[in-house]
C-alpha cells in the first residue's frame, strides 16, 4: 500500500505542530482511491486541543462534521473517497506507533459499527520548523502491522521517517510520476 501526500496537507501539519509546540495532536485522513493499494490523503481533520506532551485522544465528535462534509463533496462515493485512518503527532519521541497506537488502530478496524477494511496510521513531527518526519502503517484485522510508503505527490519523493538513516533511491513511473523504490 502506497500513500500520496499533497503539499497543502504538509503545509496544513507543519504549521500546526509548529504552534502545539511539545503537546500531541491529531485527527482523521481521508482520501480517495487513486489505483490498486495506492491512496491520496485528500483532507485532513485536525483536533488541537485533548493532547498532552505524551498522549493524545482522539474526541469522535468533534470530526463528524468534517466527515460528513468530506462525503458530501465527493457524492457519498464510498469506494473512491473514504476514512483512510488516524494521524497524531509525537513531538517529543520517535514517530513509530507505541503500544497504545497500535491497540487503538486495531480496535478501529475490530469494530463492526466503523466497518473499516483497512485503517492507516500516519506518526509525524517537525524535524526542523518546516520540514516533516513520519512513520505510517497500516492495519487490518486478524493481519500483523505493515509498514507502508508515503511519498509526495507529484514529486515522487519519499518522506523522512524513522526506518532508515538515508533516503531511498526513488524512480518515477511512466504511467502516474508516482515514484516507486521497488
Known amino acids: 500500500m502506497k500513500l500520496l501526500l499533497p503539499s497543502a496537507i504538509m503545509l496544513q501539519w507543519t504549521s500546526a505542530l509548529n504552534a502545539a509546540g511539545r503537546r500531541e495532536i491529531g485527527g482523521v485522513l481521508l ?6 493499494d495506492t ?37 457519498h462515493n464510498y469506494e473512491r473517497f ?23 488502530m486495531y480496535r478501529i478496524v475490530g469494530e463492526p459499527n466503523i466497518g ?13 520548523r ?21 511519498y509526495r505527490e507529484h514529486l515522487g519523493k519519499r518522506i523522512h521517517d524513522w526506518r532508515g538513516m538515508g533516503r531511498a533511491k526513488v524512480a518515477k513511473t511512466r504511467q502516474t510520476g508516482v515514484a516507486s523504490n521497488q
Open 130 to 150: 518546516s520540514d516533516l518526519e513520519m512513520s505510517a502503517c497500516v492495519f487490518r484485522s486478524g493481519f500483523p502491522v505493515q509498514e507502508i510508503r508515503v
Open 39 to 75: 491512496f491520496k490523503i485528500s483532507e485532513i481533520t485536525m483536533q488541537k486541543k485533548g493532547g498532552t506532551f505524551c498522549h493524545f485522544v482522539r474526541d469522535p465528535k468533534l470530526h463528524e462534521k468534517p466527515i460528513h462534509r468530506f462525503f458530501e463533496r465527493t457524492g
Open 31 to 36: 482520501g480517495e482511491l487513486i489505483k490498486t
Open 82 to 104: 473514504n476514512y483512510l485512518g488516524e494521524w497524531h503527532s509525537h513531538p517529543s519521541f520517535p514517530t513509530r506507533p507505541s503500544t497504545t497506537d497500535i491497540r487503538s
Open 116 to 128: 473499516a477494511n483497512f485503517a492507516a496510521l500516519l506518526i509525524v513531527k517537525l524535524k526542523t
